[in-house]
């Protein structure tokens, strides 16, 4: 895993100001403007015979239906997965929180079990988020490739993935929270209007890392997965440089 190329290579292409500039007006569309600029970098990662940085596809607004028909799988498997953890999450912890303040107020405790109950509720939560990391992460990556909802739930898929990944997958969420953080910072400094720039760096940075995980995941006997023709029927070869 090269961790630090997940950002750098966003800078190698010739035009990665004028790209940085475009999809960051994209991105200020609501809703759509994420998924847009995701659908983007999913071509230029995954569509292409020439990987080399220098040569990722610009960012086009004549492409835009194109764009958002890529990014909009990811996005609805993501929202989906989010949802049920959601719903998870509210099942046990709103009624843990609820049996916490009656225990607090029947023993007229100064504190001591609201904070362990609390402190409990947090590893929970902890415990819940890595989880969800190693579900929602082949999931997307599936649907990413596949251009695909339904085939993205392949239950096979999401144990080897996780099996084999886990420990890549906490790191480079790790990684994505640090690196992510500072660019929005970076961002915030311009007047706040530079974090939504800032936002196509860090799209840019894990889906770089969703393909890095891939390529490990075949190297350590993982099935590929077939790579929809979505993805490139609007590519052409890369001019040389």
């Not at 100064?110 to 590893?123: E, H, S, T």
Request: hydrophobic fraction near 55%; charged fraction near 15%; aromatic fraction near 14%.
């Amino acid at each position: 895993m090269n961790y630090p190329a997940s950002v750098t290579d966003f800078f190698k292409s010739p035009k990665w100001m004028t790209n940085l500039l475009m999809a960051g007006v994209c991105i200020f569309i609501p809703f759509i403007g994420a998924v847009v600029v995701k659908g983007w970098i999913l071509g230029g990662l995954w569509g292409r015979d020439d990987e080399r940085p220098e040569t990722f596809p610009d960012f086009d607004f004549g492409k835009f239906g194109k764009y958002l028909e890529r990014g909009l799988w990811p996005f609805l498997v993501q929202l989906v997965s989010g949802m049920a953890v959601g719903l998870v999450l509210a099942v046990v912890m709103v009624p843990f929180a609820l049996i916490t303040g009656m225990i607090t107020h029947a023993t007229n405790d100064n504190g001591c079990v609201g904070a362990i109950m609390g402190l409990f509720m947090f590893c929970f939560y902890i415990v819940v988020i890595a989880l969800m990391l190693f579900v929602i992460t082949p999931l997307t990556l599936r649907a990413s490739l596949m251009q695909d909802f339904g085939q993205a739930f392949n239950v096979p898929f999401l144990k080897k993935f996780a099996s084999l990944m886990w420990k890549e997958i906490l790191i480079a969420s790790l990684f994505e929270v640090v690196a992510g953080g500072l660019l929005m910072c970076v961002g915030a400094i311009a007047l706040c209007i530079g974090m939504y720039f800032a936002m196509v760096i860090v799209y840019f940075s894990w889906l770089h890392l969703h393909k890095q995980l891939y390529q490990l995941y075949l190297s350590r006997g993982g099935e590929p997965i077939p790579v929809s023709p979505k993805l490139r029927d609007d590519m052409v070869a890369a001019p040389a440089i």
